[in-house]
C-alpha cells in the first residue's frame, strides 16, 4: 500500500532562515506528487505539483520553491523564509481515485 | 477556475445526532473525494464519489454529477468524527481543488 513520509512534524525558524521539508513515497511509483499549505483557518492551498524527476509546476508565485531529486522524493525549500510562510504543510499523493497526505508540518516563522 | 463550495461551515452536534455536509461544484468534474482532517492535521480519504452513492459504516456519500453537488451523510455522530470535512474535485489537470472545509464538532 502506498505510504507517504513527511518530516519534521513541527518546526520553529526565525525570519530569513532556510527550508527544507522533504516528502518520501512508498508503494507507488512514477507518482504525482504535491505540496499544500493550510494556513489558519481551513482551506488547502496548492503550492506546487510534479508529475515526473525534474518537473515542477508551481501554482502561485511565492517565497517557495520546489523539487524532485528522484522518483520518490520531493522537496520545499526556501532560500528566505518570511513571516507569512507560517501554516501547516501537506505532501500528498494523487492516484486515479485516491490521494494519500503525509502527516504534515507545522510551520512557525517567528 | 472550478469553484468549490461546502456548507454549512461550521457545524454542532451532540453525539448520536444525524447531519448532511453539501458540497456544490461549479464544472463538470472527472473526480470527486471526501476527505476528514483529525483534530492532528491528519487528512484520510473517506469516499472517491464523481457519482452515485457508497456507504462506509454510518457515513455515507452521494454524487449528483449533472446538478454539480455532492453530499456527505453521517449518522449517529460520535466524538471521533469531530474535525474538519473537505470535499476536493479534479480538475482535470491531475489537480485537486478543495473546498473550504465545514469544521465539525460532537459534544458528548
Known amino acids: 500500500s502506498q505510504t507517504i513520509h513527511q518530516w519534521p512534524a513541527t518546526l520553529v525558524q526565525p525570519v530569513g532562515s532556510p527550508l527544507s521539508l522533504e516528502c518520501t513515497v512508498e508503494g507507488t511509483s512514477n507518482p504525482n506528487l504535491y505540496w499544500y499549505r493550510q494556513a489558519a483557518g481551513r482551506g488547502l492551498q496548492l503550492l506546487f505539483y510534479s508529475v515526473g524527476i525534474g518537473q515542477i509546476s508551481s501554482e502561485v508565485p511565492q517565497n517557495l520553491s520546489a523539487s524532485r531529486p528522484q522518483d520518490r522524493q520531493f522537496i520545499l525549500s526556501s532560500k528566505k523564509l518570511l513571516l507569512s510562510d507560517s501554516g501547516f504543510y501537506l505532501c500528498?499523493?494523487?492516484?486515479?481515485?485516491?490521494?494519500?497526505f503525509g502527516q504534515g508540518t507545522r510551520l512557525t516563522v517567528v | 477556475g472550478i469553484q468549490v463550495e461546502q456548507s454549512p461551515p461550521d457545524l454542532i452536534l451532540q453525539e448520536g445526532a444525524n447531519s448532511t455536509l453539501r458540497c456544490n461544484f461549479s464544472?463538470?468534474?472527472?473526480?470527486l473525494q471526501w476527505f476528514h482532517q483529525n483534530p492532528w492535521g491528519q487528512l484520510i480519504n473517506l469516499f472517491y464519489i464523481p457519482s452515485g452513492t457508497k456507504q462506509n459504516g454510518r457515513l455515507s456519500a452521494t454524487t449528483v454529477a449533472t446538478e454539480r453537488y455532492s453530499l456527505l451523510y453521517i449518522s449517529s455522530s460520535q466524538t471521533t468524527d469531530s474535525g474538519v470535512y473537505f470535499c476536493a474535485v479534479d480538475s482535470r489537470r491531475n489537480k485537486l481543488i478543495f473546498g473550504t472545509g465545514t469544521l465539525l464538532a460532537v459534544q458528548p
Open positions: 500528498a499523493w494523487h492516484g486515479p481515485s485516491e490521494a494519500f
Open positions: 464544472d463538470s468534474v472527472n473526480n
